[in-house]
C-alpha cells in the first residue's frame, strides 16, 4: 500500500543532495528575481519594463494575469466533474487541481504587485473605493473570492497533514457549497477577463474583437482546464512518481481518458463559436491578411488539431495522443490569450510603437512560475495530494456507504 | 452622481446585454450635462506656436521640457501627451499644406476612463471636465487601455507613487477662481481656441460653417464621435489627415462593456440553481445505483446464505454419518478386541 511512501523519505533526500540540477536553476532563477524585485521598486516600472503611454499593459498582464488564471481553471473544472456532476471516478483528481489552481491565483496575485503603480493599494477596489461600472473591479472582486474559496477547498490536505480531525471534517462537509460558489465566480472573472477588452474596439484587431469575447474567454478556459489537469498530472506523474497511491495510479489513465473527451467536446463547441463570431462580424476578409494568418494558425492549428487528437486519443485509448493534445491546447490558449491582450492590440500603432518585452519582464515572469513551482513540489511532497490520507480514506467513502462502515482503520495502520 | 447615470445606463442596456448585441440608446440615455464647459479648437485658425503648450505647462506647475516652447523644430516629429505633459501641437502635411492641432484629453460626457477605473478615481463633473483623484488610484493603467484617444498617461519612472497624468481642463484652478479660462486657452494668440458652454460651441461652429462657406468641413469633431465630448474641433481638412480617428463611432464607452457587466446578476442568479440541480440529478442517480447494488447485494447475500445452508447440512449430515459410522466402528472395534481378549483369556486358562 501506498502509506509508507508519506512524508519522510524526500525530506532526507533533499538534505542528503542540495546541489542538484534542479536546485541550481531554480535557485539561479530565484536570485536574478530577487535582483530584478529590488530594481522594480527603486526604478520603477520604467526601470525593469518596455511598457509605454501607448502600451500600458505588456506581458504581466498578457501572461502572469490572462494566461495565469486560464491555466488555473482545472480547479473549477475537476470539482464541478467530481463533486456537482457526481463524477465519483475522477475524485482523485481533485486535490492537485483544486492546488494548482490556489497556487495559480496566489501567483496571479502575487505577480499583479509588481506590474500596478501602487501595489498596497490592491484592496481599495474591494474595501475602500468600489467603481462597480468597471470590468476589472468584477475581474478583482471575484478573484479574490475565489481565492479565499480556492484556500478552503485546500484546507483538508493541510489539516490531514497536520492531524486536525474535526476541522478537517468540517471543512469537507462545505464541499459542494465552495464548489458551486467557486464554479459562479469563475465563470464571472474567467469571462471578464475577456470582457476587459470589450471597451477598446478601437485599439483590438477585428480579429479578435468580439461581443463573444467574454464568451470564448469562458468556454476556452474550461478546455484550458481539462488540458492542465491531463499536463500537470502527466508531469506530477513523471516526477512525484513515489507520492502517489495506488488509488491515484490505479485512476490515472481513466482520469485522462475521461478528461480528453470532455475536451474534446469544449473545444469542438469553441471552434464553431469562434466561427459563428468570425461569420456575425463578417470578418472573412481580414483572413487573407497577416492577422488572418495568425487568427488561422490559432484556430487551426491550436483549436481544430487538438480537438481532433483528443478525439482519437479517446477513441484508441491512447495516453500518448492525449498529453501531446494537452499541450498542444495549453499553447493555444496562451496565444490567443497573447493575441487578444498584445499581438493584436494597438494593431494600428505604427511598428516602431509596439510593445516588446525586456528580457527583465520575461525574467520575472520566468522567476514568479519558478517560486509556484517550488510551492507546489513543497506541498505535493509533504501533504495529502497525490494519495489519501489513510487516516480518512474510509470518511469519502462515508457518503457512499453510510451504515456499513462505522469502524475506521487503525491510525498506526498509517505505515504498516 | 455620476456613478449612478452609469447604473441607470446599465439597467437601460441589461436586457439586450448576454451575447453583447449593440446596446439600444434607450430614453434614457446620457447626452452630458446641461451647462457644461469645453473648448472649441479651430484647426484653421492655429499657428503651432506652442504658446498652448507654455500656458497649460505653467498653470500646472509641471517640469521644464527638454527643449524650450520657442523651439519650433520639436514639430518635425509625431509627439504625444506623456508624464509631463498634458498637451501637445503636432504638425500635419494634408492636401490643404500644412496644418496643425492640438491634443489632449477629450473630456467625453460618457468617459471611457471613468467607467474602467476599477476604484473609481475618475470623476465626470457637471462643469464638464473628466478630473482624476490621486488617493486612490491604484495604476493598474486600464484606463490608458480604455481610452480611445490615448490620453492618459503614467510615471512609469516613479517606483512608489507613480501618477496618472492628464489634461482636467483646468478645472481645480477655475473652481479656485484662480483662472477664468484654462491655461492653453488663455495663452492662445489667435483665438484658435474658445472656452465656453458646449452648446454655444456648437452654436459658434455652426456660425463659422455659414459665415466662412468653403473654409471648414461640414462636421463638428467631438459632437458625436464616443458619444460626444467637451472638447470639439472644426477643420479645413478630413480629421483623419490631423490625427483624430474617424471610425470611432458613436457608441459612448461605458455601453460596450455594459451587457458584460449586465449579465453578471444573471449568471450569479442562474449559475447555483442549475448546478444545484445538476447535483441533486446526479445524486438521484447515485443513489438509485446505490439502492439497486444493496438490493442486489441483499439478494446475492440470501443466496449465498441459502446455498451455505444447504452445504452447511449437508456437511453436517455428512460429519454425522462420519461420526456414526466411526463410533460404529469404534465400538465394533471395541467389541472385537474384548472377544479377542476373551478368547486369549480362554486360551490361557
Ligand atoms: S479622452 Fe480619454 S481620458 Fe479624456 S475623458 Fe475621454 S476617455 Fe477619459
Ligand atoms: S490607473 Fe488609476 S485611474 Fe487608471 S483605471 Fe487604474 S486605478 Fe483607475
Redesign the interface.
Known sequence: MSGEHAPSTPVAAERASLLTPFNIVTGLIVFVGLILTIL????????V?N????N??GIWISFDLLCGVALAAGGYTTS?AC??????RYHSAVRPAILTAFLGYALVVFALHY????PW??P??IF???????????V?LCVFLYLNVLFLEWTPSALEWLGLKKWRNVMVKMT?ALT??G??LS??HQ??LG?????????LHPLWY???L??FFFISSIAAGLSMVIFEGTLSHRYLHDKMDDHYLSTHDQVHLGFARGAAVVLVIYFFLKLVGLALDNNWHYLLTGYGAMYSLELLGFVALPALMYAVGVREKNLKIIRWAAVITVLGIVLNRFNVSWFAFNWQLPAAERYFPSWMEVAVSIYIVTVGLLVFRFIATRMPIFYEHPDFKEAELEE??PHEHETRPHPQSFGH | MQ?RQ??GL?GATAATAV????AQAGPKHFTGYPDSYGVLFDATRCIGCRRCEAGCNRVNHLPAPARPFDDLSVLDTKR????RTFTVVNRYETAKGIVYRKNQCQHCLEP?C????????YDKTPQGAVTWNEK???????C???C?F?IP??????????KIMKCHLCYPHITAGKLRVPGCVGACPTEALVYGRRADLIREARQRFHLFPGRYLDHIYGEHEMGGTNWLYISGVPFSQIGL?E???VTP??E??S???A??PI??AA??AL??G??AI??A??KAA?QEKREALKEALAKAKAECDAELAKVKAKAEADKKAAIEREVKKALEEAAKAQAAKEEGE
Open positions: 522594480r521598486f527603486t526604478k520603477g516600472l520604467a526601470g519594463t511598457l509605454s503611454d501607448n500600458p499593459w464541478a463533486y456537482v456532476f457526481g463524477l465519483k506590474d500596478v503603480g501602487r493599494r490592491l481599495y477596489p475602500y473605493s468600489p467603481g462597480p461600472t468597471s470590468v476589472l473591479f468584477e478583482g459542494l458551486i460558489f464554479v459562479v465563470t464571472m469571462s471578464s470582457a476587459l477588452f470589450l471597451i477598446a474596439p478601437s485599439k468580439s461581443s463573444y467574454p464568451v457512499e456507504e | 456613478r452609469f447604473l446599465l451575447l453583447g448585441k449593440p504625444r501627451t506623456d508624464g471611457a471613468a467607467s474602467s477605473c476599477f476604484v473609481a478615481a486612490v488610484c491604484v495604476g493598474c493603467r486600464y490608458m487601455i480604455a480611445p490615448d498617461t503614467f510615471e512609469y519612472w516613479d517606483p512608489l507613487a507613480p480617428r471610425d470611432l463611432g464607452a461605458p460596450f462593456t451587457g458584460a457587466l449579465a453578471v449568471i450569479a449559475w447555483p448546478l444545484l445538476i447535483y446526479s445524486q442517480k447515485d446505490r
